[in-house]
């Protein structure tokens, strides 16, 4: 990869001249204590010299790679698909987050910054309607996980009026006993990897008329660690609005067993390309692990309902008669041609009790 960013390093000098980069050097050196400040973890160990030329050639890379995914380059380095892969991973990791304010800076040389924000966003499929400023690329998923969850007024106040946190709130499995279906929501916007990912960057969910409306989720290592580093970021620096937090802390309420897992896929909620159930299980228990969810949730109206629904006595005892005899169309032909026979039956009985008694 050092080579790779290098080689780009090289190409991008040629194209601005040795000037404009001396410019960027500059600019940087400028910001170098606002930059060393935005990491966690102290950097003072590297030398100033090292550290400028550090964001220089990281900085370039990244603008450079993504211009050039952008453009369909036909670079043969680009068309390695696992390039793309590699790039996007690092990009997300919180510990390699470059701030994206001297990345404006920088990106600002070459193209107007509404470019750089239009390359990025396209780079990672995500469309974010509001215009904001991003501390860095995670901050950025975690917006557009949060913009899908005010999509409309009537979800704005659903999410504004946010109730205690989600309590007793019933497995995948025993909500479907319950007569509970589930829906994947469809989204235009994946929340990282390739366009055609199943995995959606929505935290939307609904519950209308029996239906539980949910975004698709892709358990896969690369989901793993998406949500792994957008819940770091919130639970360090977004405390007061963990909405992927509280996700995580909904879906574990759901997903305890591996009945559960296999019942989502079937109805396309969830994919599993890992293949055991028990797998899904253990992911979204994990990222759970040490993370604290909100007093409040934005989930506490859909849990309400969901239990309101699960403790009806007459729509148990309805699910559990259409699941048992009405499953699917010959085992509700077979009920009822079989409740048909028990009335003939029945009827037979009555009418030869009648003639018997006739006849003393």
Partial sequence: MEDLKKKYLESYTKKVGEDTIEEMRKTIQAEEKNIRASYEESTDWIKSEYFLDLILKDSVFIM??????????EDSDLDQSSYVSVVKNDLIL?????????????????MQQMTLDRFILSFFYISIEKKTDFKHFTDMLRRGYEESLFHSLRHIYRVTITGPGIVDLKSADNLSQAGVKFKARIM????????????????????????LTMPGFHASET?????????????????????TSNYIHFLNFLII??????LLTE????????????????????????VKVGTRSQYYIISRKLRAHYTSRRKMSWATLKNVYFSDLWTGTATLAAVFLLLLTLIGTVASVIQAYKSF
Wanted: aromatic residues 10%.
């Fill in 94 to 110: 919180l510990e390699n987050q470059l701030p994206y304010f001297i990345f404006r800076s920088l990106f600002s040389f070459g």
């Fill in 223 to 243: 989901s793993d660690m998406v949500l792994r580093n957008v819940i770091a970021f919130e639970q360090c620096h977004v405390a007061l609005k963990p909405y």
């Fill in 267 to 290: 109805e396309g909620v969830v994919t599993n390309p890992m293949g055991r159930p028990s797998l899904v299980v253990d992911m979204v228990n994990k990222l759970q692990v040490g």
């Fill in 188 to 211: 235009e916007r994946s929340v990282y990897g390739d366009k055609d990912s199943i995995a959606k960057l929505s935290l939307r969910v609904e519950f209308e008329k029996g239906v």
């Fill in 257 to 262: 067993s591996d009945r559960d897992v296999q």
């Fill in 64 to 73: 450079e790679f993504i211009t050039c995914h952008h453009e369909n380059s």
